[in-house]
C-alpha cells in the first residue's frame, strides 16, 4: 500500500496542476491511510501544513502539504464511501482554507 501511495504522491508533486485526477483505493482504514500519507510526504520532504483527522465519526481526513514554499498548496482527502471502501482523492488547496503552517 505504501508504495502505492508513494507513487501517487509523486505524481501529485510532480503535476500539481493535475491532481484532481489523482485517486486511489487504500487497503487500511480512513486514519492508517492519512497517517501513510504523511508519512510519505514526510519522507519526500514536503511540508505538511494541516492533518485534521479530528472526528474519527466522520470517516475522513484532510491533510495540506506542499512540495516547497513556492509551490501551490495541494489536500488529499482520505474518506470511507458508503459501501466501506476508503478512497484517497488529491486536489489544488483553495487559499483560502490553509491554516497558518504548523510549529516543529
Known sequence: MKDLITDT???VLANPAAARFEAVTSDCDVHRSGLLISGVLA?????ILEHDASDPRLRQERIVFRNRPADPMLESIVAEDESGEVWI?????????IPAPMAA
Open 43 to 47: 519522507d519526500l520532504g514536503a511540508e
Open 89 to 97: 482523492g488529491f486536489r489544488l488547496a483553495e487559499a483560502s482554507q
Open 9 to 11: 504522491v509523486l505524481a
